[in-house]
């Protein structure tokens, strides 16, 4: 792909403005393709390589005690430079295919508050 111009992964997000490294597995100048679930956390480590670690916090009605419980799952997403996730970052996650035993989703956008 073409290193300056950014390709369109069919969601609405802000094209991100930090240069490309040259990672194929960036969704917007590489060649990952995004599908499936979009997922909202905070970026709750960031010490591995190209690799975050978020936190998705749910809550779901329980119709027995008819009240609402939380609950929260970590997911391990890769980070593409052009993105530049750090910890206590909120961030999109987008599925896409696995790209290590633990990775199957990429950060496709970081956001404020």
């Known amino acids: 792909m073409s290193e300056n111009k950014p390709r369109d992964i069919g969601i609405d997000v802000e ?12 969704p917007f100048f590489g060649s990952l393709s995004v599908r499936g679930q979009i997922l909202r ?20 009605y329980d119709s027995k005690y008819e009240r609402y419980a939380r609950s929260s799952s970590k997911i391990s997403a890769h980070s593409p430079a052009s993105v530049g996730a750090s910890e206590g970052d909120n961030v999109t996650l987008m599925e896409c295919r696995p790209l290590s035993k633990t990775k199957s989703f990429v950060v496709i956008e970081r956001r404020d508050g």
Do not use: L, R
């Open 15 to 26: 094209t991100p403005a930090n240069p490309w490294d040259g990672d194929p597995n960036d």
């Open 41 to 60: 956390g905070k970026v709750v480590k960031a010490k591995a390589q190209k690799t975050v670690v978020v936190q998705i916090n749910k809550m779901k």
